[in-house]
């Protein structure tokens, strides 16, 4: 088993990048590109660049000056192409074969990783997620932001771009943050919590795990919208059966984290081209958590 994060993974995978047009180390989806203006530093010039994102479904409002012609299909969350041992070492054969680089876009890898040479290991299935970076480091953080309204101004702390739908007002997410730094928990849950509103950035991912396991429902519990609740149910249920010692039914997980990513999707995204953002790889790889459980056991083993 390797495990690591998914720039980590990526390097040591060959792989083009969780950012790329083909981001993924289990399935085969493609990103839907989204085209974002910026100045060229120090002349006064603007260009477009162009990230992708990982929605299921394309947005239904792409601006005709920003229209791709980049297939992008419409994705079974439950039925995702996966990729398997043998088409993953055949890809990457044909991607060093290849000098356009077209393969390497097109499948995600640029060529075989020196692991190839081990026969006990197996792609993907001996890259399982690590959940402390994917879910406490990363997600968790993306769902704060995105309840405080700093997502989308990175390094901000100010309340900015709040959507009423579901955007926390500021003397709320204050009040939140005082009750998280004043809160006292036995020592067997962890270190004393901290206001997340002022420390958020330099949380440790287990402040991020308590936060989400045994503080965010009851925080956040007649503060925020039903959906957004609901959402927040599920997360909080489908990980903490996953980092269970004993995984009773991985169905059961794998249902629950789909449903969670399908009301986030539905929440924030709402197929508008202009939230995309919201749409990143660490969203996406959720949906393969259940995937790794069927593998390894417990996630608290990887
Ligand atoms: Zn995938």
Partial sequence: MVTGDSPAISKILHLTGHNSYSPCRFCTIKGTPFQKKYKVKDRDVERLKTTYYYPLTHPTDVPAEHRI?????????LNL?????TGFIADATDAENDDTGRVAKDTGIKSRSILCRIPSIRFPYSFPIDVMHLIYLRLTRDLVALLNGSYFESGASKMRNCE?????????????????GSARIPTGYGRQTRNIDKYMKSFKSEECA?????????????????DVYSMFMKLVLGISLAINYVILDTDEIRLLLKDFVLDFYRIFYRQEYKMLRVCKYTIHSVLHIADCLDWWGSAANF
């Fill in 69 to 77: 012609s980049e297939a992008h299909h419409t994705y079974d969350p």
């Fill in 81 to 85: 192409p996966r990729r398997t041992n």
């Fill in 210 to 226: 308590t936060f989400l396991h045994n503080l965010s429902l009851h925080l956040l519990r007649n503060r925020v919208s039903n």
């Fill in 164 to 180: 009423p739908a579901y955007c926390l007002q500021e003397k709320v997410w204050r009040k939140i943050g005082k009750e998280m």
